[in-house]
């Protein structure tokens, strides 16, 4: 069975980001991009997959958290599409409703080859803390462009928005989980009438 792991780089004059991850892994992370908010929500992402991620990020914050939050989307994506290779023997498919304490979110994936986000959420404050809450949307955004992934993010309620900005990124996570995982019933089998999910 192929290993499903990645490392992939990217260099800009706003930002230098590297990320490492193993789908096939224990939730094990290692975050750090400078943006304490965003480092626990992807430990979050991390921890519920069951993807193995490391990221390593340096970004313009004297500026704000946005070239880091979005690019760090990008290069995850990036190191997914690699890992996931022709997505051979995948699950493809899946939904979660995710509740957190008064907050329930809902993720469903494709991981389809065809990038497309549904963003249904709303915050009730600009930010959290001194996180942009705009930002959630934005590395969801580059992450699904990305990764390949038809993603459909829906915050059905809640009040709290440190909780509605986590249970986007833990149902998103564990959609990934079981879309992620290979299927016994066909585990060398493009998971497309196409023959293919390369968009």
Request: charged share 25%; with cysteine; aromatic share 6%.
């Amino acid at each position: 069975m192929s290993k499903r792991a990645a490392e992939v780089s990217r260099k800009t004059r706003e930002t230098e980001i590297s990320v490492s991850l193993d789908i096939d892994g224990t939730g094990r992370s290692d975050m750090s991009t400078g943006v304490g908010f965003f480092d626990h929500m992807l430990d979050q992402l991390s921890r519920h997959s069951l993807i193995d991620m490391t990221v390593k990020a340096k970004g313009d914050l004297h500026i704000d958290d946005h070239h880091t939050v979005e690019d760090t989307g990008i290069v995850m994506g990036q190191a997914l599409t690699k890992a996931l290779g022709e997505r051979r023997g995948i699950m493809r498919y899946a939904s979660i409703d995710l509740a957190m304490d008064e907050t329930l979110t809902r993720a469903a994936i494709d991981v389809s080859g065809r990038p497309f986000l549904v963003w249904d959420v709303k915050f009730s404050a600009p930010k959290i803390g001194t996180f942009d809450t705009e930002l959630v949307r934005e590395f969801f955004q580059a992450l699904s462009q990305n990764a390949g992934i038809t993603l459909h993010v829906t915050n059905h309620y809640g009040a709290n928005n440190h909780h509605i900005a986590e249970t986007c990124f833990k149902a998103v996570a564990r959609a990934l989980r079981t879309a992620l995982e290979r299927d016994p019933r066909q585990p060398d089998a493009v998971p497309s009438t196409k023959g293919s999910l390369k968009g």
